[in-house]
């Protein structure tokens, strides 16, 4: 594999609290997943991201999460299906609308934080955000995390899917990701991470902490722009995957 996206969750700020820097991490990446106003966002940080995406050339997607600010979109909030999929729907109609006054346009979705994980694990979860995006548009692709339930709902439905794995994170056997309150679920060091993703890109091994390493599809890398050492991260594993003869383009045209 030897070409490949390289994708952050942005536009994370809320009226005067930024989160992560934006601009330097759209220098750098080839692809955006905007925040639009669940876990984290509001019309004027979208907007602003979305300009900011736009002039870099970067690929534009939305990022739905669960309608919890205060938690980040990080804490399980108990949803119906059908709650889910309308959610998910109001959240990416948003970010389109302001799409349109910012003269782009995205042109997929990936889901945020534990709505993400609910649905890797759970097929109604993932049958509920595949029912939101193919309502607004058959064309709409999703970004999943790799080997979950997420993809093959979207695949089911025949809604375009891509894959993804994570720069910064730790994962498990089972293919998911080490929960968050574990010591072990970040990868701080930018080389540590880079070394990685270069073994994983040639040989299709993820490893993980508790086994040998397991095998994974990838169409991204994420690199979380909320984390203290995203820039310098993304700047190093762009860096170090450019010298490898690696292509960095987005997932998407």
């Known amino acids: 594999m030897r070409t490949i996206d390289l994708n952050s969750d942005l536009g994370e700020g809320f009226g005067p609290w930024t989160m992560g820097d934006d601009a330097a991490m759209l220098g750098l990446v080839t692809s955006a997943n905007i925040a639009c106003g669940g876990h984290a966002s509001d019309p004027e940080t979208m907007f602003a991201t979305l300009r900011l995406a736009a002039d870099k050339g970067v690929s534009i997607g939305a990022h739905p999460g669960y309608n919890d600010r205060e938690g980040f979109g990080r804490r399980l909030i108990p949803m119906t299906p059908s709650e889910i999929t309308r959610m998910v729907a109001a959240q990416i109609g948003a970010l ?48 999943a995390i790799s080997g979950t339930e997420q993809e093959h709902a979207a695949r089911a439905a025949g809604q375009p899917v891509y894959s993804e794995i994570f720069a910064d994170r730790g994962y498990l056997s089972t293919g998911r990701l080490v929960p968050r309150s574990r010591p072990d679920a970040m990868i701080p060091d930018a080389k540590a991470a880079a070394d990685r993703l270069l073994g994983f890109l040639d040989t299709g091994l993820m490893p993980v902490v508790d086994g040998d390493p397991i095998r994974l599809d990838a169409h991204s890398i994420c690199i979380h722009g909320d984390s203290p050492h995203a820039v310098a991260m993304a700047r190093e594993i762009r860096a170090r995957l450019t010298a490898a003869g690696v292509t960095l383009a987005a997932f998407l045209a």
């Open 96 to 143: 389109m609308g302001v799409a349109a006054l910012a003269g782009t346009r995205m042109s997929y979705v990936k889901a945020h934080g534990a709505l993400a994980n609910h649905a890797a694990d759970t097929r109604a979860a993932a049958e509920a955000l595949v029912a939101a995006v193919r309502a607004i548009s058959p064309a709409l692709a999703i970004l």
